[in-house]
């Protein structure tokens, strides 16, 4: 996440594909068919969706979309700031619509992960550590949800 004071804007959650056209052009992308439609479904998403999550979603609407298609359009929405990859788990990556500052809880009975607010967590020293210049960071912990 980007340290206080450089925060990444976020495009709202798209719900038309006029909307979608847009956030995509507003960040420098030629809408096509199918990154309307990987758009839509990332964009608009509540949860953190693997690439796999998003081309099963993407292909209930437009079957004949491609894995390297999905996968290369995510990767282009992370470079471009409209979404973020996160690593929080060992060999999965997870995409965010959610591009502000936040923290991640990811239950370890059902791997769920869930945003935890950004003032929820006090993070100090972080501009002192010695030999380091941080400029973004998050916390992501890791438990299971009480009953």
């Known amino acids: 996440m980007p340290a206080p004071g450089r925060p990444s804007p976020k495009p709202p959650a798209p719900a038309t594909d006029v909307a ?3 956030a995509l052009r507003g960040r420098g992308v030629q809408p096509s068919a199918q990154r ?13 969706p693997s690439a796999d999550d998003v081309l099963e979603r993407v292909r ?22 409209l979404l973020r990859a996160l690593h929080l788990a060992a060999g999965r990556v997870v995409f965010d619509p959610k591009t502000s500052p936040h923290h991640h809880f990811v239950d370890e ?5 869930d945003d935890v607010p ?8 972080v ?16 438990g299971r ?3």
Do not use: M
């Open 118 to 125: 950004w003032d929820r967590l006090a993070v100090t020293g």
């Open 60 to 81: 209930a609407r437009l079957p004949v979309v491609s894995r390297a298609t999905v996968y290369n359009t995510l990767n282009l929405f992370v470079e471009k700031g």
């Open 109 to 113: 009975a059902t791997g769920r992960i």
């Open 20 to 22: 979608v056209v847009a």
């Open 145 to 147: 949800r009480r009953p």
């Open 36 to 48: 309307v439609e990987i758009a839509r479904v990332v964009l608009a998403a509540c949860d953190h």
């Open 127 to 142: 501009e002192r550590l010695p030999g380091l210049d941080v400029t973004e960071y998050q916390v992501v912990l890791h």
